[in-house]
């Protein structure tokens, strides 16, 4: 079994101060996809071809992590 590497962010949006908790993780400590286990409620996961980013599903802007 591989073990993966797994953290936690903590959400903010500048705009309405919506918070949350996030956990994330990535299949070894040498792969650059991450991917979210789990995203809060009020927000959401984008993935683009360059980026990935946390947003507010209310005011649909990137929040701080």
């Given at each position: 079994m591989i073990?993966?590497d797994?953290?936690?962010?903590n959400?903010?949006?500048?705009?309405?101060?919506?918070t949350?908790?996030?956990?994330?993780?990535?299949?070894?400590?040498?792969?650059?996809?991450?991917?979210?286990?789990s995203?809060?409620s009020?927000f959401?996961?984008?993935?683009?071809e360059?980026?990935?980013?946390?947003?507010?599903?209310?005011?649909?802007?990137?929040?701080?992590?």
């Amino acid at each position: 079994m591989i073990t993966r590497d797994h953290w936690i962010e903590n959400l903010r949006c500048p705009q309405c101060g919506k918070t949350g908790t996030a956990e994330l993780s990535m299949p070894d400590s040498q792969s650059w996809s991450v991917r979210p286990d789990s995203v809060p409620s009020g927000f959401k996961f984008v993935e683009s071809e360059n980026s990935k980013n946390f947003y507010c599903a209310f005011c649909d802007r990137p929040v701080d992590a």
